[in-house]
């Protein structure tokens, strides 16, 4: 149901008349494992840390609070991202952007905004935010290039930007002029909370553990917190020919919510709900092996800042822990 309406609002975006551009990666196929985020309580935690984690460092002085997210993906982060906004401003009008220049993630966001009841609408290649008509608490989804969208924003104007598995996959290069960007376009104090992959791990989960795990949720608690088989060797233009490890047992906070979960399913006679938690875990760990040679994880953009032209971000050192394979970042303007 969630890709046939999919292709509906697709079909609404080119009767609008845009040449919709086909692009190499995030395309329909990607929205099916994007979407299987929602399915996966070890990602959606990890994001969720991060956004709270972001949300509490937002400093608004203003009647309005201006968020920008990079990549939506599915929109998973997007729901979760104006929830808290909107908990943690009661006060405040909310403006969230959200921009990706995938057509099919942009619909697949839609479709999720739809589900949650959050209004949303979505503008094409605009030029300025400030030309949008804007509507306290509509969700405002621009199909456009990261770099594109923020160069053409007004300076001293967001609080803050978010982005769950969306920079990272710029280069070094784009991400240091991105930052760049977000430097003028930010107010003083403005917030940069992004996630990531870590390339120098990958996982490749023991069915019989997890099955077990499902069964018997308290008994990875007395095992230790990661194992490992044998590693493999990074392609990774940052990390060529280091060790990657392989992460085939997990045992800590995020985990234990999928086990407990998967253990609820079994407990209720849910056999479907349970192989499609399967088949989510086993896209998330495709996933994170097929992309994340490409990934410029989080840690790496702590060096990046300390380049002159982004002096002014300063990193927060009391970010959320992530499991072993995520990595985060976080930062803030004083200009
Ligand atoms: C892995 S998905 C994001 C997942 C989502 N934030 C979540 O947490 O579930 C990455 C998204 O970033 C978008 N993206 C990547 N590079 C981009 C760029 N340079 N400009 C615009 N969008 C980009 C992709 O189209 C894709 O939808």
Known sequence: MFIKK???????LEDRGIALKNIERWDDYEIVRMFGKGLNPTSLETARKNIEFFTESLVCNEDTLRVVEYGPGSGWSTIMLMNYLKKGFPEKKVELYTVDMSPHSVVATQNSLDYHQIPWQTVLENSSVEDIEKKDGVITIVLEDFMKFTQKQPNDYFHGYFSSHGTAYLSEEEYFNLLKFLKEKGKRNAVFVADSLDPLYTVELNTIHLLLCSFFPSLPEK???YS?????????????????????KVNNAESRLFYNWNNYLLSHFKYKYLIRMMESI???TDVI?????DVYPSYLVNTLVKREELNGWKPFDNLPKCPLYITNCGFFLDK
């Not at 999919?6 to 609404?12: A, D, F, L």
């Not at 092996?289 to 040679?293: A, C, D, I």
Request: net charge positive.
């Open 6 to 12: 999919c292709g509906e609002y697709y079909k609404q």
């Open 223 to 225: 095992m230790k917190e």
């Open 228 to 248: 490992y088989s044998k590693s493999l060797r990074s392609n990774s233009k940052y990390f060529s020919g280091q060790e990657v490890k392989k992460i085939t």
């Open 282 to 284: 086993k896209i998330t």
């Open 289 to 293: 092996e097929e992309y994340r040679e």
